[in-house]
């Protein structure tokens, strides 16, 4: 298993930037795939970017060109640089892990977009 610790959200202004981290422990060396997610209040949780152990990143359309999802391997984290944000962007971001067909979640970590 995997223990996901999120940190970085926080109060922005439209347009500003905000850098979330998500550091792994545990059998990180199966970690097939992770990523972030986002759910806002009143809404479903929702794919914002992944990165899989093969390099390949995904991105919800609502973010491309806005964020970047990027891994460093030695120090087991994953990180979210948001760019450009907007009040939609706003929810709790949570960090999430697959390995061997189970999905793993950290305690998320607030984003507020203010307009």
């Known amino acids: 298993q995997v223990q996901l610790v999120e940190s970085g959200g926080g109060l922005v202004q439209t347009g500003g930037s905000l850098r979330l981290s998500c550091v792994a422990s545990?059998?990180?060396?199966?970690?097939?795939?992770i990523g972030w997610y986002r759910q806002a209040p009143g809404k479903q949780r929702e794919l914002v970017a992944v990165?899989?152990?093969?390099?390949?990143?995904n991105y919800a359309d609502s973010v491309k060109g806005r964020f970047t999802v990027s891994r460093d391997v030695a120090k087991n984290t994953v990180y979210l640089q948001m760019n450009s944000l907007k009040p939609e962007d706003t929810g709790a971001y949570y960090c999430?892990?697959?390995?061997?067909?189970?999905?793993?979640w950290g305690q998320g970590t607030q984003v507020t977009v203010s307009d």
């Open positions: 545990g059998s990180t060396f199966s970690i097939k795939a």
């Open positions: 999430n892990a697959e390995l061997w067909a189970r999905y793993y």
């Open positions: 990165s899989t152990s093969g390099g390949i990143k």
